[in-house]
């Protein structure tokens, strides 16, 4: 499906239908939705009725007791999660939430303004689990389940990129991520997946990372940064795979492994630990931080996650080292400790390099890589040299999941200022704890999608628009692999010009290295500033 | 259809206390006895609400973090908007439930040709809300004059506040004039503008309509249609002494007041006003941001299915033996 141009695209009308949004059938568009999930994937996790179905087909092949499934499924969450009864209960629809979506900004379906996504589960909820709602029906606001109501929960559930920029702004803290969430494993009870979230989820299940990548193509794809960094620093980094007695396990998402820019973001990490003479191992087996079952259900998410404590254990590592991911920390900040805990077979990190003991991650034992960096810049244990980013107008994103789930704003952007001499802010409203989903986030990264990522992108890359135009910024950083897919794509629309890089990439290009040879490139095989038309153009 | 139901609902309980006093002379049952089973439902209603939300766990630490979390100890923690210790999660609620903190950040978007977004602070639903709220709260308060005798110390010198113009006889209350502004604002805000009343259910507007029912029913008591306080005292003290008494004389406006106060008594556990206990155990509120230095204990996690190393390796061994990865079993 052609895209319009983005002059086109945002012309966005904010004025809801004349007719109530009841009243007001789903309508499933084209580049809206992601495709359906396939059989076998479902099967390979064990997930129920396995089908071939099509999202444009009348008939979505569910079972008979469809309703019965979804409505016990609610009364067994309601009484799970405290989350969901109360956000069920209190909203007082003052509409604070209604602007903060990026979806609903960037395209102005009523249906994406956050409270008007949770009512449509809220709407069934009432109908058959409160007293109001079974007496007076639709003037509380209550409504039958039927498929009609059933497919626009799907359709709307699949946009919400869980975010939580909305639950910053509800005056009772109310989480469209928590309801989107609960949506999802609802309707994962009938099989109602998308392919962009099952066919990881097998993957990962079975190979241990979202794009099936089996232990030997991992291998070579190491080999390829191995050569091309020598290229580059004339220096032969050795990682190490699966190896026991190492004393830190390094988790990164597998995307920074497979697909550009992250990829420069992988080197950036082998770099520095080489430098460092870091005491690390990379897994095969836990090649996955992120967790595309999270967006699947809770239980699933458990399931991939198993891996990660269990290889640490295995190879009798002291703790675990995170690479750079959005949502990957969120679960583990949030989700980790509480499934595996309490992680007694690892021991408290301490830096080996400056001693520092990071107390904040004293129980589930998982540092993350700035975090690591920060505290090694800051005790003066790398020689960098700033300049050589000198052609870099950098911004940073902050991901939502590790904005609104963690709180992590000032180690990037400390790193960012050391290693780069050149760093704008995007304006206020947009970064930190406000910051803007890349609009691709929690699964929804797909081609069949893409007017939904556009208009979902739009906030974000209008504010890498605003410092392209007045900073002349051509870099966009961010600390998260899905961004790093996902932004290129959004930017490249809407903010042409603007490339997007990790933070370890640049890290490594400052980074002077004991031996290297002089730098003439950076680790893309680009021109450093004042070596243009050198010999490795 | 939820706004004109709403409306006339409240005109209907309005009519129905009117009735119910001049016409069928009634006032026992308006004045005694509605009144003790809306104060009954009332307290009853929040305990059993609140205790099903209680029975729910809080299986995983969820707070919204909206500021730096503790880390490095060079780096400056937001100790309020994203607290690792339970006194920082005090504060944070405390800034919640008494100045409404959240809705303080709330923003207006703007978007112009280019395309160009823009983002404007607006802080009138904080600052309509926070006046209605903290009015409402004063005036409550200053109701205690009816139902305490000696009456407590603090009533009149709220009094004397609340009157601080000293205009009119009787002298006039700021909170009255602010609390009917406030709900008068609410109200409009809800049907003006488009996403708002496109949201907006029976649910929404009923409670608004019965709130501003009690304000103008209040103020036209104590500044139009004067009642006999002297009565209303003798009935309030009876109400709360257990010793039930029905004046003479007290007048009609009396009743429609106290009939739409039972009526928002008996009608708030069920409703969405609800939000005044459910925002203090809002988990992503409520809990402190330190989930990697203390474990958060699921009272149902459960062990799931898992693909292990060993089958990992059964699957892979050739590949990982001939990639040179070491394997556990040759």
Known sequence: ?537 | MGLLFSFFAVIILVLLAFGGVQAANLQYLFGVIIPYAAFITFIVGIFYRVAKWGRSPVPFRIPTTAGQEKSLPWIKQNKIDNPSSALGVIVRMAFEVLLFRSLFRNTKIDLRDGPRLAYGSTKWLWAAGLAFHWTFFIILLRHLRLFTEPILFFVPLIESLDAFFQMGVPLLYITDVVFLMAVTFLFFRRVLIPQVRYISLAADYFPLFLILGIGISGVLMRYFFKVDVVGVKELTMGLVTFNPVVPEGIGVIFYIHLFLVSTLLIYFPFSKLMHMAGVFLSPTRNLANNNRERMHINPWNYPVKVHTYEHYEDEFREKMKSAGLPVEKE
């Open chain 1, 1 to 537: 499906m052609a895209i319009p141009k983005p002059e086109e695209l945002s012309k966005i009308n904010y004025k809801p239908p004349q007719t109530g949004w009841i009243d007001t059938p789903v309508e499933i568009k084209p580049g809206m939705f992601c495709n359906a999930s396939k059989p076998k994937t479902l099967q390979a996790v064990d997930f129920p009725n396995p089908r071939t179905w099509s999202v444009k087909d009348e008939d979505w092949k569910l079972p008979e007791n469809w309703q019965e499934i979804i409505l016990e499924g609610i009364r067994e969450r309601l009484s799970k999660y405290r989350t969901f009864r109360l956000f069920m209960d209190i909203c007082v629809r003052c509409g604070a939430c209604a602007d903060k979506c990026h979806f609903f900004i960037g395209g102005g379906d009523p249906k994406n303004m956050p409270v008007l996504r949770a009512e449509l589960l809220r709407s069934i909820y009432r109908k058959y689990f409160t007293g109001s709602g079974k007496i007076f029906g639709r003037l509380a606001g209550a409504r039958e389940l039927n498929i009609g109501v059933l497919k626009e929960l799907w359709y709307y559930a699949y946009q919400c990129t869980e975010c939580r920029r909305c639950s910053l702004f509800c005056p009772y803290g109310i989480d469209t991520a928590e309801i989107t969430i609960i949506a999802r494993e609802l309707l994962n009870l009938l099989g109602l997946n998308i392919d962009w979230i099952a066919s990881p989820v097998a993957f990962c299940y079975k190979t241990g990372n979202h794009l099936g990548i089996q232990p030997h193509a991992y291998i070579d794809m190491f080999n390829g940064f191995i050569d091309d960094i020598k290229k580059v620093t004339g220096i032969k980094v050795e990682p190490s795979f699966n190896r026991k007695g190492a004393e830190i396990l390094l988790v990164v998402p597998s995307g920074d492994i497979f697909a550009d820019p992250g990829t420069f973001t992988t080197m950036g990490e082998l770099v520095l630990f080489h430098e460092l003479g870091l005491d690390y191992t990379w897994s095969t087996y836990a090649s996955e931080g992120g967790n595309f079952g999270f967006f699947t259900s809770n239980e699933m998410a458990k399931r991939l996650h198993y891996k990660i404590y269990a290889e640490a254990k295995r190879l009798k590592v002291k703790w675990i080292l995170g690479g750079e991911c959005g949502h990957m920390w969120r679960v583990w900040n949030q989700y980790h400790n509480t499934w595996f805990g309490p992680i007694d077979f690892l021991e408290e990190p301490v830096s080996p390099i400056t001693g520092t003991k990071f107390e904040n991650t004293r129980s589930n034992k998982i540092v993350h890589i700035c975090e690591f960096t920060a505290d090694l810049i800051k005790n003066n244990k790398l020689k960098l040299d700033p300049s050589r980013n000198d052609h870099l107008k950098v911004t940073f994103h902050d991901s939502c999941n590790t904005a609104r789930g963690m709180g992590f704003f000032e180690e990037p952007r400390y790193i960012i200022k050391n290693v780069c001499n050149n760093f704008y802010e995007m304006p206020v409203n947009t970064i930190r704890e406000q910051t803007f989903c890349c609009g691709s986030g929690s699964g929804l990264n797909a081609s069949e999608n893409m007017e939904e990522r556009l208009r979902g992108g739009l906030p974000r890359a209008n504010a890498v628009r605003y410092v392209q135009e007045k900073h002349g910024v051509n870099m966009l950083a961010c600390i998260c692999a899905i961004d790093r897919a996902a932004l290129v794509t959004s930017v490249d629309y809407w903010a042409p010009g603007v490339r997007v890089t990790g933070v370890h990439e640049m890290v490594a290009n400052a980074l002077i290295m004991r031996g290297e040879q002089e730098r003439t490139t950076d680790l893309r095989g680009e021109p450093l500033p004042g070596k243009e038309g050198g010999e490795n153009v």
